[in-house]
Nanobody
Framework: QVQLVESGGGWVQPGGSVRLSCSAS????????IGWFRQAPGKEREGIAY????????YHDPSVKDRFTTSRDSAGNTVYLQMNGLKPEDTAVYYC?????????????????WGQGTQVTVSS
């Protein structure tokens, strides 16, 4: 059973920065990507970025592309989401998830394992 643990959330003022981490207990060989999602109060969960587990290629949704960057460590078991220029509308619970195979979800993957989420609150 793959376990994902997010960390790094908290309160930040508008314009500030936060770096989230997602640590995976393992990355099965057949895995395709690790995705970042967020769910704001009263809204549906949305995918915002993902990074390939093999070559590290990353995609960022246009809504965050100029402000957020996802990356990974050299071992590939920890993925980061650097968020700059935060706005109040970025307030949400942020999740990472492991895309274990191709599917119809965000980025064309099927996300089988999810972290517990970490709250990011942007306010003055």
């Amino acid at each position: 059973q793959v376990q994902l643990v997010e960390s790094g959330g908290g309160w930040v003022q508008p314009g500030g920065s936060v770096r989230l981490s997602c640590s995976a207990s393992e990355i099965p060989l057949e895995s395709k990507a690790i995705g970042w999602f967020r769910q704001a109060p009263g809204k549906e969960r949305e995918g915002i970025a993902y990074i390939h587990t093999d070559d590290g290629w990353a995609y960022h949704d246009p809504s965050v592309k100029d402000r957020f960057t996802t990356s990974r460590d050299s071992a590939g078991n920890t993925v980061y989401l650097q968020m700059n220029g935060l706005k109040p509308e970025d307030t949400a619970v942020y999740y990472c998830a492991l895309g274990r195979r191709y599917g119809v979800e965000f980025g064309g993957y099927e996300y089988a394992y999810w972290g517990q989420g970490t709250q990011v609150t942007v306010s003055s």
